[in-house]
């Protein structure tokens, strides 16, 4: 056999190989025995469900001039767990005076094996249900019939839309695997679109061609472009802690609606730009009034908060006199819905009524301030590349005071001076300016949060580990705490007990008292008895643990960890062993650290004598890593947790 002909049978072999691997068609609509027979999915064995093929049409009908999205899709059902998946759901917008869009030509199959036979089971029309979700949008769903572990669903139909304003968009990405996905768009000329594909899986098709004359119009016409789409391969999206927004990284394609042109030869600018949406935002909006309402707030602070020379503990009074006088009804409003007149006069408002308070009292009194607009974590991110000014949900107060910016946000009263919530680290912002255009500007917590352990513990020669700790947090760690605790030390301490159930906790002493301290502290006694085999002492010094498990569990992860804000973890203690027991075995020293420097953790232990000194300490550089850090985060934390629950330190009894 010469080499030319062995080469292509292996590479024929190994295709062959790789087609029975997998079992499933992937090449259409098509339901194929493999599709039937095969019942697992070797790529993602956590699958409950896997869409074999699915393909998406959108087109302006050239009789009704109405868009028209045809959707068909084929979906293996693995196990119980995918079920809800033969389950569709079809969201419907419904405008004034009568438009509306619809649903028509629903088709449905369920395939199964029986017997050794393919067995069909047909939608029935009469389980097609219609109802009305909220005051936009009708649903129309249904359920297929006759499902079970293993059946293959394909299902069709077309929604009809007289809203050219919302072209359909299609999501690539959603909670199964998916093998082929693919998306055909054609748009008129008429219609210019801003077109963002979102999300970190990359395109295998990406075509565009062009059609003359697709949609005429008496003597005018316009030509079509044709936009095809389609991705392989796609896994689920799975969500993990230190995530924002899921709407951020699913893989999908929108449209939002740039500029219309009429067959007249009229031309209307739908999408604005930023110096329009400016206007728009300070001349129309409820929130550009309101801004502007600076005597509504007059006579409302104490003269010697007025007369205060020193701009710094000026504005510091005004803001703890808005943050603990008025209430945060914890509404989200912003454009629309504000009143200065109804927070004063009510003492409770929306977010965005209490910081236009704290933003008009510090103007009126000389600080300089600015509203900054910005979109919640859960929210979403922000659209960069043209004004969605419906991406925005939230205003926070843009300070400079004495040549130092400070971040103001008075809904929660736990807050500290140029702290803002938690929900509002989403990383960029839009900044107003009412004599200049506006601009973006990054939003970052301004100090690290911190969590430590100090403390020093005594060995006895009664086998008794006993001795005092001193907690402390700052930043976002402490926000939590100083909520749940302040003031209530004996929860803390019924929580910590609960926690470590080996542990006697004895005098509590909660040092934080003030709700806008920028840490919460406790220190308390313990008492604790190491495991004990004959003369032999196994001493695990991490008492108390940052992480009781690896966040991180993903095999691979799509989309970047965002912790929200730069943070480390400290635990360093002081171990006297006593005389009568000899030091014989330490852990070893850990070091590991990020790429570029971006994070690490170390832990120490040195002896002196009979004394053990350790020092752990694990730190975050960066607020935000991007999906390459997974698999180094992943391993630093493998290290973190080994460290905490494998690290012990070995003593003898003295004969």
């Known amino acids: 056999m010469n080499s030319r002909l062995a080469l292509t049978l292996i590479i024929f072999f190994n295709l062959l190989l790789a087609n029975s691997q997998s079992g499933y068609n992937s090449d259409g609509l098509e339901v194929t025995r493999g599709d039937l027979e095969q019942n697992i999915f070797s790529k993602d064995s956590t699958a409950s469900a896997v869409v074999l093929y699915e393909i998406g049409t959108s087109y302006v009908d050239k009789n009704s001039f109405k868009l028209n999205t045809e959707i068909s899709r084929k979906i293996k059902i693995i196990n119980s767990k995918g079920f809800e998946k033969a389950t569709e759901v079809i969201y419907l917008y419904q405008g004034n005076k009568g438009r509306k869009e619809k649903v028509k030509n629903i088709k449905a199959t369920v395939y199964n094996i029986e017997n050794g036979n393919i067995k069909l089971s047909k939608l029935n029309n009469d389980n097609i249900i219609e109802e009305q979700y909220n005051e936009t949008y009708k649903i129309t769903k249904f359920t297929l019939p006759n499902i079970k572990e293993g059946s293959v669903i394909c299902y069709n139909y077309t929604i009809e839309s007289p809203f050219m304003f919302k072209y359909k968009g299609w999501r690539f990405q959603d909670d199964i695997p998916k093998l082929y996905s693919e998306y055909n768009a054609s748009i008129p000329g008429n219609w210019d679109y801003n077109i963002k594909l979102v999300g970190a899986q990359q395109l295998a098709v990406n075509e565009i061609a062009t059609t003359n004359r697709c949609l005429v119009s008496g003597r005018a016409y316009s030509n079509c472009s044709h936009y095809r789409y389609a991705m392989?391969?796609?896994?689920?999206?799975?969500?993990?802690?230190?995530?924002?927004?899921?709407?951020?990284?699913?893989?999908?394609?929108?449209?939002?609606?740039?500029?219309?042109?009429?067959?007249?030869?009229?031309?209307?600018?739908?999408?604005?730009?930023?110096?329009?949406?400016?206007?728009?935002?300070?001349?129309?909006?409820?929130?550009?009034?309101?801004?502007?309402?600076?005597?509504?707030?007059?006579?409302?602070?104490d003269a010697s908060i007025i007369n205060e020379k020193d701009d710094f503990i000026k504005a510091k009074h005004i803001y703890e006199f808005v943050q603990q006088n008025y209430t945060w009804n914890e509404d989200f409003e912003l454009l629309e819905n504000v009143s200065l007149k109804k927070i004063i006069k009510e003492k409770t408002g929306n977010s965005a009524e209490i910081n236009i308070l704290l933003h008009n009292l510090l103007k009126d009194n000389d600080i300089k301030v600015k509203p900054l607009l910005i979109s919640t974590r859960s929210n979403g991110l922000i659209t960069q590349l043209f004004p969605i000014i419906t991406d925005f949900n939230y205003m926070v107060v843009h300070a400079e005071i004495n040549n130092k910016i400070f971040l103001l946000d008075a809904t929660d009263k736990y807050l500290y001076f140029g702290q803002i919530p938690f929900r509002c680290l989403n990383q960029y912002g839009r900044l107003l300016d009412f004599k200049a255009p506006s601009s973006w500007y990054e939003v970052n917590a301004n100090d690290i949060s911190t969590q430590s352990f100090r403390g020093e513990l005594n060995f006895t020669s009664d086998s008794e580990l006993n001795g005092k700790f001193e907690f402390k947090t700052t930043g976002y760690h402490a926000l939590p705490l100083k909520k749940r605790y302040l003031n209530n030390s004996n929860v803390f301490l019924e929580k910590i007990s609960n926690d470590n159930p080996s542990i006697d906790f004895h005098e509590l002493n909660l040092e934080t008292n003030n709700k806008i301290d920028p840490e919460f502290k406790v220190s308390f006694d313990i008492e604790s008895n190491p495991d004990k085999a004959g003369n032999i002492i196994y001493l695990n010094p991490f008492l108390f643990h940052f992480f009781t498990e690896n966040p991180f569990k993903l095999q691979e992860r799509s989309y970047p960890v965002d912790f929200g804000y730069k943070d480390s973890y400290s635990y360093m203690i002081k171990l006297n062993i006593d005389h009568n027991y000899a030091i014989k075995e330490i852990p070893e020293t850990i070091n590991l650290t990020l790429p570029n420097n971006s994070g690490n953790v170390t832990s120490n232990f040195m002896v002196n004598g009979n004394t053990i000194l350790v020092i752990f300490k694990l730190t975050f550089n960066e607020p935000i890593y991007n999906a390459s850090y997974y698999v180094y985060l992943k391993k630093l934390m493998d290290g973190v947790i080994n460290t905490q629950k494998k690290s012990i330190i070995v003593l003898e009894k003295k004969q």
């Open 232 to 301: 392989k391969d796609i896994p689920a999206f799975i969500d993990e802690d230190y995530m924002t927004s899921r709407t951020n990284y699913l893989a999908r394609i929108e449209y939002e609606l740039k500029t219309f042109r009429g067959f007249d030869g009229s031309e209307e600018h739908i999408t604005k730009s930023w110096l329009d949406t400016d206007n728009e935002i300070k001349k129309s909006s409820e929130l550009g009034v309101q801004l502007k309402k600076l005597g509504a707030t007059r006579n409302l602070l």
